[in-house]
DNA sequence: GAGTAGATCCTCT
DNA sequence: GAGGATCTACTCA
């Protein structure tokens, strides 16, 4: 590629079209540093939550509440959440304050600091399922709720464009998993996926 | 390989 | 007190 990595900054995160920005963050970096560790990965999997007239959203309808609290945040933070007491769930933030757009992050193909996440989760080299899944993704990467509300745009957390672009026919759309309770938003074209990359999630959709 | 149940805890009703 | 933007292990075939 040839080009220089730049850290994504708040002009990508502060757009409107949250499935837009869903499916530009394939082929993006994740980079988390804390501890004098640095590990990162590159996104092949998210989805996107379309505020609060999408049923699968915790703000749908407009709730606002201290769980959600950061899906209301500035573009270019974090939001983790736990989910079946036991998962954290990474999403990041867009469009602007008080809209509740965000878009999940599903999958890592790990690039820096495999040791570490192997460590973090006891698995072993060659694991596909280390960044398979929101759950275990955040677990590989430290992320968890101590985290959420971070900026992306400077300090521990971020996500870089080495120029690195997936062609529209490595990319696919399918409705969105594990969210049956949505009904009819389930159905929504909001989850994009590169094809063929073993860290995908193995659930159909 | 497909289908199903259990784990486990935070949040909302 | 119920249920969830999930994962794993176990069953059956």
Known sequence: MG????????????????????RELLGKILIT???????S??????????????????????????????LYGDPGTSYVYISYGMHHLFNVITNKKDIPHGVLIRALDPIEGIE??????????GDFTLTKG?????RAMGLSKLHSGMSLTSGEIFI???GMRYKKDQ?????????????????LPYRFIVKGNPYVSA???
């Open 203 to 205: 659930k159909k959709s």
């Open 134 to 138: 929101p759950g275990n993704l955040s």
């Open 116 to 125: 570490q996440m192997l460590i973090r989760t006891g698995k072993s080299y």
């Open 160 to 162: 870089i464009d080495d």
């Open 3 to 22: 080009r220089v990595p730049q850290k994504l900054n708040l002009s990508f995160y502060n757009r409107k079209d949250v499935v837009l920005i869903a």
């Open 171 to 187: 990319i696919i759309v399918t409705k969105r998993i594990g969210i049956e309770s949505a009904r009819e938003d389930a159905e």
């Open 41 to 70: 990965g590159r996104i092949v999997e998210t989805e996107a939550y379309a505020g609060e007239m999408d049923r699968a959203s915790h703000a749908f309808g407009g709730r606002r509440t201290t769980r959600s609290e950061h």
């Open 33 to 39: 540093q804390w501890d004098g560790i640095r590990s």
